[in-house]
């Protein structure tokens, strides 16, 4: 604590050299104490591909405060980090780079970038699986952990030493055997089925990566002649392309216009082939013409109908999107070249009865926003309905509770209409199938390890060949909550952290992710993954649009904890997540919550340089008292650290019960929003105190005390001038500066840790330099000491103490209404004389007890004291609450006429109030119902505000008389 403290507050001084010590004696590496209680959260895994933006830094913030939060509360907390091998998005990067290596002249642009994709894809085959995977790690190791070093850089309190990776070889092994494990039972299958395919990526994507866009199409209407000659049916279609491929024409089976139709059949124009008409509840009467096609092979409503009808599935599109034999004279085209072939020809043959505008809603590839062509494909698919139950079960019962509960609708509303999940993929980074085919016989294995023979026919003559495709990557990510902590083996991590006890996440992964995670839960550890799911909000721009590069409104994470320092964007951050509303964010925001880690730093250098001028004597006696008591280590959150629960014995002045009960309310009104994400209210509770209530007011109260303290030894230390209150209390230190600076001390080294969870970096570099005692505690856990790990219970609810706060409120009404007056009289340099009148002796006691304070505080020169409500009187009287009136001696400078408009605003403002008793007086309901207390409470009233609007009227004709 001898140490300079800079006066400029340098976030960039301070913060990368706190990053470090924690990472360094990995801090937040949870203790084996079993007896204490746990906190357990898993990180969203972010994609190795991934860079930190403005999403994360929420994320991570959130989730930080509420880690910190808990481990002040002597929890044992577990943040276990981690990334994902992110399949799709990685072997793109790498394919690209091989492209940019072959060809490197090409000017970078989008152009340039299809180019090296598809020169890269070309690369790829033409290596190889083993080269191109080993390609993949390399990358990986090189530049996967970009993600890791932000986090570092921005404090996370994670366990790095748990740090996972979903390809680690522990965790493939999970993979595997949960795969082995479904398919065993049944539950993963592969099967011929409609998936939804990129033709640009060349892999299927699951429902979940497709993404719907409203794009303007038409509605063809088509005429399919019947087989008879007589006349027609017509269908209406989205997509003509496709009815090369149709197998049949459907209508609902209640349709009375078509009644005639079912069991005849069609002949399908431009190809010929004759197609059966079809009744199936499945079509929707009102759409179209209510007769639809169906084509089985492109569309996974008709694959349905197809199945109960047992019609053919013909496959006009293939995996480049081009059409294919079946599609007879269109062959070889492209899709979109066959729609325009196709409406011409239908035209020509006079079989196109209509087209019509249409709003068409386009699936999209959520990684390349290619539209996904519906396509039959055979594929690895995981049955959904039955994993799905026990995840609806849980959620309605409330044993995973879903924040904000919104979300929870959305949640079951999916999960009741869940399909089967398509978890292959056509690509070669990721966790490859463990299925092996036998050409010989047909057989598929499915094993833990490559299989040495077919089961069915022996030892194959030209060996079993692997499966190429490899596994979703939210397959593995849905492994996560037991998969990092060791399973299947029984680890001791996972006896001790599962379930977890919360997860955070955004929306957008709620099914890709979160409703899996339960699913998988339930099934390989027949218990939740977590008890809560909060979804957070999204960071949007002041004008709350997405944050987008094309928009230019992007805050890059890293640029603004660089300018305005870590602490302030995450505070920035903090105070504007209320849950459910996404966040308007803005540099203004950052800027005004770096002007309040300027305020703490401020106000700490003067506590410390303050500090630092006491004999050494007294600081030791400070650090002594503010040691945590031996033995007690840890107090279990709740029962109150000893050094704030011993405070009601010091805190004998007014001002320091005030602020050890404010404290109290503080703490708790915190704990109550962090514990119901109200991280905005947590934010801002903290903020009005240390700004509104420590610095501007109880700071300035204490300093002549705590100055002094500094100018004298302590044996002659005076007692405190005004505001002693005598106490009953045992063990009071000797002196009442002592006292002093050792409330200030407590009251500020709380506030540091109350402010801790949100600004972790300048509250660990003002700790520090507070006295502190040899932190044997700490020492002896292996563990240098941190804010983040001492001790801070909830404050002890003896400090709680309402008369105290309203007595302190009492005088701060009357520092501020004097303070009002000089302002309005333009008197704010001057200190004037003033009087207080009230019938209450009591108050009139309690000012003159803090009467240098209030005098020193409010700017006056003297008070005198009145035991009667103050006459009106031309001037400055005021009204500083229902039984004080307060009257500066100036009269010579009165501004007549603003006094006169004050005047005639309580008037006014006193006729509304007294109009509005007067009416509930009035009514007859009002008096049967309302309990006579309640009356009679009405009435007296309605007399205190005539008796004080006979007095404001008084005084405004006594000013009318003195202006004429
Ligand atoms: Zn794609
Ligand atoms: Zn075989």
Request: charged share 25%; with cysteine; hydrophobic share 40%.
């Amino acid at each position: 604590m001898e140490a300079e403290i800079p006066k400029v507050y340098s976030p960039e001084a301070i913060e990368p050299r706190w990053a470090r010590y924690w990472i360094d004696r990995a801090l937040y590496r949870p203790s084996d104490d079993v007896s204490r209680g746990r906190f357990c959260l898993l990180i969203p895994p972010p994609n190795i591909t991934g860079v930190l933006h403005m999403g994360h830094m929420l994320e991570h913030t959130e989730i930080d405060v509420l880690m910190r939060w808990h481990r002040m509360r002597s929890e044992n907390v577990l943040w276990l980090p981690g990334t994902d091998h992110a399949s799709i998005a990685t072997q793109m990067i790498v394919e690209r780079e091989l492209g940019r290596e072959a060809l490197p002249d090409l000017e970078p642009g989008h152009a340039a970038n299809s180019t090296w994709q598809r020169e890269g894809q070309r690369i790829r085959r033409e290596i190889g699986r083993e080269k191109f995977v080993e390609r993949c790690w390399k990358w990986k190791e090189e530049n996967g952990d970009t993600i890791r070093r932000q986090m570092e850089r921005l404090g996370a309190s994670v366990d790095w030493t748990r740090a996972r990776f979903t390809m680690d070889p522990a965790y493939s092994r999970a993979v595997l055997e949960v795969f082995v494990r479904l398919h065993e039972e049944g539950l993963i299958y592969r099967g011929k089925y409609i998936v939804n395919w990129c033709p640009r990526c060349g892999t299927a994507v699951s429902d979940l990566e497709v993404v719907h866009e409203e794009r303007p199409s038409h509605l063809w209407h088509i005429r399919y002649p019947f087989e008879d000659g007589a006349g027609h049916i017509t269908v209406a279609t989205t997509r003509p392309e496709t009815m090369l491929g149709d197998t049949a024409v459907a209508v609902n089976p209640s349709d009375e216009r078509y009644r005639e139709a079912v069991g005849r059949r069609v002949v399908l124009p431009l190809l010929g082939r004759v197609i059966p008409v079809i009744a199936d509840d499945f079509v929707d009467p009102k759409f179209g013409t209510g007769a639809v096609k169906v084509t089985p092979a492109h569309d996974p409503n008709d694959y349905e109908i197809a199945q109960s009808h047992n019609l053919p599935r013909v496959k006009v599109i293939d995996e480049q999107a081009r059409m294919t034999a079946e599609a007879g004279p269109y062959k070889g085209l492209d899709r979109h070249e066959a729609r325009n072939a196709v409406v011409h020809d239908l035209r020509e043959k006079g079989l196109l009865a209509k087209t019509e505008d249409y709003v068409l809603s386009v699936g999209t590839c959520q990684r390349c926003k290619t539209v996904v062509e519906p396509l039959l494909s055979t594929q690895w698919f995981m049955k959904m309905k039955l994993l799905a139950q026990p995840a609806i079960r849980v959620v309605e019962e409330g044993l995973v509770k879903i924040v904000p509960e919104n979300y929870k609708k959305i949640y079951l509303d999916w999960m009741y209409n869940i399909r089967d999940w398509c978890v292959s993929r056509q690509l070669w980074w990721g966790h490859r199938i463990p299925a092996w085919y036998c050409d010989a016989c047909g057989e598929v294995v499915v094993a833990r390890e490559t299989p040495a023979s077919c089961p069915r026919c022996g030892p194959a003559p030209a060996g079993l060949r692997a499966e190429e495709d490899v596994l979703d990557t939210w397959f593995s990510s849905a492994l996560w909550p037991f998969a990092t902590l060791g399973w299947p083996d029984q680890t001791p991590d996972l006896g001790r952290y599962y379930p977890n006890d919360l997860m955070i996440m955004g929306f957008d992964i709620l099914f890709f992710w979160g409703a899996r995670m339960i699913m998988m839960g339930m099934k390989f550890m027949n218990d939740v993954p977590f008890r809560e799911l909060y979804i957070h909000a999204l960071v949007r721009d002041a004008e709350r649009q997405k944050m987008s590069k094309t928009k230019g409104n992007v805050i890059d994470p890293l640029d603004v904890t660089e300018t305005y320092g870590t602490d302030a964007v995450r505070f920035a951050l903090g105070i504007s997540a209320a849950p459910g509303t996404d966040i308007a964010f803005s540099i203004d925001k950052i800027e005004a919550n770096r002007a309040f880690a300027n305020k703490i730093w401020n106000a700490g250098r003067f506590i410390l340089m303050n500090l630092q001028k006491l004999p050494e004597n007294l600081r030791g006696q400070l650090a002594a008292a503010l040691q945590p008591l031996p033995g007690l280590g840890f107090a279990p959150a709740g029962a109150g650290p000893p050094h704030l629960a011993s405070s009601a014995r010091l805190g004998q002045a007014l001002v320091d019960r005030w602020i050890f009960s404010r404290l109290l309310a503080v703490t708790r009104e915190m704990s109550e929003a962090l514990g119901s994400y109200r991280f905005h209210e947590a934010a801002y509770t903290i903020y009005h105190f240390f700004w509104h209530e420590f610095c501007d007011w109880y700071l300035e109260w204490v300093k002549p005390e705590i100055a002094q303290a500094g100018d004298r030894r302590p044996e002659v230390v005076g007692s405190r001038p005004a505001g002693s209150v005598p106490t009953s209390d045992v063990g009071l230190p000797s002196s009442d500066s002592f006292a002093a600076w050792l409330n200030l001390t407590r009251v500020f080294q709380a506030a540091l840790h109350l402010l801790h969870p949100f600004m972790p970096f300048i509250t660990e570099e003002l700790w520090h330099q507070l006295p502190h005692p040899e932190p044997a505690l700490s020492r002896a856990k292996g563990r240098e000491s941190s804010i983040s790990l001492a001790p801070f219970g909830l404050v002890s609810d003896r400090v709680a103490d309402p008369v105290s706060q309203r007595q302190f409120e009492t005088i701060q009404e009357l520092i501020v209404a004097a303070r009002n007056a000089k302002a309005e009289m333009g008197l704010q340099k001057q200190e004037p004389a003033a009087q207080v009148g009230s019938e209450d002796l009591r108050l009139l006691e309690l000012f003159r007890e803090h009467q240098q304070s209030i005098l020193r505080l409010a700017g006056l020169e003297a008070l005198n004291f009145t035991r009667e409500r103050l006459a009106p009187n031309v001037g400055s009287l005021r009204r500083v609450n229902a039984a004080v009136d307060l009257r500066i001696f100036h009269e010579e400078q009165v501004d007549v006429e603003a006094e006169r408009s004050r005047l005639e605003r309580d008037r006014d403002k006193l006729e509304q109030q007294m109009a509005q008793v007067r009416k509930q007086l009035d009514n007859e309901e009002f008096r049967r119902r309302a309990p006579q207390e309640v009356v009679r409470a009405t009435e007296h009233r309605y007399a205190e505000l005539a008796e004080r609007h006979r007095k404001v009227v008084e005084e405004l004709e006594r000013l009318g008389t003195r202006r004429a």
